[in-house]
C-alpha cells in the first residue's frame, strides 16, 4: 500500500506566489518519491495578524464567531492558490476547506478542539492520485459553524490529518530549520536538537517556544504520529524529529529552555480560608473558556485567615478573566484587590533527563541568583521547571539557563554522552 505523508506548510512559507512555487514544488517531490500526499496550509504570511487587526479596528471586543468567520478566509486564499501552482506544474491537486471534508470540531468558537475527521473523500481522492491540499486552523461544528483552532492552529490540524488517515509521518515545514534548544534569534549559539520526546516538546510548546501549536503535539503523542520540524527553505535539512521518549537516549537532563512573554499575572487579594473558594474561582474561569497556567495559593494569614490566589493567563484573556474576576469576589468574599501585572515572563527548563535527578531545580534558582533575577513564582512538573521573572529580566536568564546546562552547540558535541556536572 502506498504510504500516506501530510505536509503544512506555515504562514511565512507561502507568503506570497514565488513561494507558493517552492512549496508546490516540496509537494510534488514527495509525490514523486512514490507517496500519497496530503497537504495542509496556513494563511499567508501575516494575513491572519491583518484581519484580526482590521477586526479590533472596529470594536475592542469582536464577538468569538465573527473573529472566526472572518480569520477561516486566510487559509480559504492559500489552498487555493496552492493547489493551482501544483495544478500548474502538471500535476492533479484539489483543495478543500474544513467544511468541505468535515474537520468536526466541538462548540466553540476561537480554540475550538477537533473531535472528529471524515476521511472518506481523502482516500478516494487520494485514490485519484490527486494531491489534496486543506485549511488549516479551522473546522465546522455539527450545527455547521465555522470555528477555529486557536492562533497557530493549522500544525493541530495537519497532525490530526495525519492520525485520522494512519499516515507515516507528518512533516511541519516552517521557516526554522528545526527544534533548537533555545530561540537561536535570543541566543545565537542554540543548537538545533536532532531528536525530542513528545513530553519534552509539548513543555516546551507551552512553556513559550513558538515552533509548534501544543496541541499538535499533544496529538502525535496520543496517536503516536511521528512528526518532523523542518525548513521549508533548505529541504535536504530533515530537522527535528519528534518522537516518543521510549525511542530516545537522554544524555542532558535538560533538552531546552524557553521564555514565554504572553502571559499575565492575576492576583486576587484575600480571599477567605475556606473549602470551595478556588473550586468556584477556577470554575469561573473554566466556563469562560479562559485557560489558566501557574497557580500559587499563598499561605493562610493567622488573624484574617485569608490568602492570595496567583495565576497567570494568556494576556488575550486578561480583560475577560478580570470581569468575571469582578462578578464572582463577592460571591467567594474576596475582600482585597484583583492586580493585574502584563510586565511578566514565564522562564522554563525542560527535559525527560531531569527525572529523579536531583540537583536541577537548585541549579536553575542559583543561576537566576547569580544573576541577581527575582523569582516571582514558581512550578513544577515531572520534566519542567519555570519561574515567573520581570520581563526586563527574561532574556537574561535564559542566556544564563542556556549556558549553566551545557546547551551551546559546540559543549553539546563535546559532552555527547556525559551528563553535565549538577
Ligand atoms: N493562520 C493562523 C494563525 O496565524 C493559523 C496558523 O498559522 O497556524 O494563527
Ligand atoms: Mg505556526
Known sequence: MRKIIVQKFGGTSVADTEKIKNVAKIV???????????????????????????????????????????LSTGEGVSIALLAMAIQAQGYDAVSYNAMQIGIMTENKHSKARIVDIKTDKLRQNLKEGKIIVIAGFQGVTEDGEITTLGRGGSDTSA???????????????????????????????????????????????????????????????????????????????????????????????????????????IVVCDVPDKPGVAAKLFSKLANENIS???????????????????????????????????????????????EVDENISKVSIVGAGMIDRPGVASLMFETLAQQNVNIRMISTSEIKISCLVDKDQSLKAVKALHEAFHLDSNEIADVKGDLPNL
Do not use: W
Open 28 to 70: 510534488i517531490k514527495e509525490k514523486e518519491n512514490g507517496n500519497d500526499v496530503v497537504v495542509v496550509v496556513s494563511a499567508m504570511g501575516h494575513t491572519t495578524d491583518y484581519l484580526v487587526k482590521m477586526a479590533k479596528d472596529l470594536t475592542p471586543n469582536p464577538s468569538e464567531r465573527e473573529m472566526d468567520m472572518l
Open 292 to 338: 489558566v497556567d501557574m497557580i500559587i495559593q499563598s499561605y493562610a494569614r493567622k488573624v484574617s485567615n485569608t490568602n492570595d490566589i496567583a495565576f497567570t493567563v494568556d494576556k488575550t484573556d486578561v480583560a475577560k478573566t478580570v470581569s468575571a474576576l469582578n462578578l464572582l469576589k463577592e460571591e467567594i468574599g474576596a475582600t482585597g484587590q484583583i
Open 159 to 265: 497532525v490530526a490529518l495525519a492520525a485520522a488517515l494512519n499516515a507515516e509521518r507528518c512533516d511541519i515545514y516552517t521557516d526554522v530549520e528545526g527544534v533548537y534548544t533555545t530561540d537561536p534569534r535570543v541566543v545565537p549559539n542554540a543548537s538545533k536538537l536532532k531528536e525530542i520526546s513528545y513530553e519534552e516538546m509539548l513543555e516546551l510548546a507551552h512553556a513559550g517556544a513558538n515552533v509548534l501549536h501544543p496541541r499538535s503535539v499533544e496529538t502525535a503523542k496520543l496517536n503516536n504520529v511521528p512528526l518532523r520540524v523542518r525548513s521549508s527553505f533548505k529541504i535536504n535539512n530533515l530537522g527535528t524529529l519528534i518522537l516518543g521518549v521510549d525511542k530516545m537516549e537522554l544524555n542532558n537532563p535538560v533538552a531546552g529552555v524557553a521564555q514565554d512573554l504572553s502571559q499575565a499575572r
